[in-house]
């Protein structure tokens, strides 16, 4: 098992950017597929991107591409989200989730999840 605790979020302006890091407890951090998500008020939660246990591979949501960036420090059981280019249809709250095996996709295949961090793009 494995507990998740994202931060990082706030108020940024359209345009600008913000790092998310979500840590993981426990020693098998690395045995997890990782991915993150956003849910919109009044929306279904949205896949967003994912790496695999090494950070090998890489996933992303076409809504994104090319404007976030995943990347996962195992040594420090840390997945970050690198947000450039925020559009104020980002705001959200932002969630990190784990699974055991790779590819990421649907949210209800992620097994654990964190509380989330809201994101919060002015115009």
């Known amino acids: 098992q494995v507990q998740l605790v994202e931060s990082g979020g706030g108020l940024v302006q359209a345009g600008g950017s913000l790092k998310l890091s979500c840590a993981a407890s426990g020693r098998t951090f690395w045995r997890y597929v990782m991915g993150w998500f956003r849910q919109a008020p009044g929306k279904e939660r949205e896949f967003l991107a994912g790496i695999d246990w090494t950070g090998d591979r890489t996933l992303y949501a076409d809504s994104v591409k090319g404007r976030f960036t995943i990347s996962k420090v195992n040594a420090k059981a840390t997945v970050y989200l690198q947000m450039n280019s925020l559009k104020p249809e980002d705001t959200a709250i932002y969630y990190c989730?784990?699974?055991?095996?790779?590819?990421?996709?649907?949210?209800?295949?992620?097994?654990?999840w964190g509380k989330g961090t809201l994101v919060t793009v002015s115009e």
């Open positions: 989730a784990a699974r055991a095996d790779w590819p990421v996709g649907e949210w209800y295949g992620m097994d654990y």
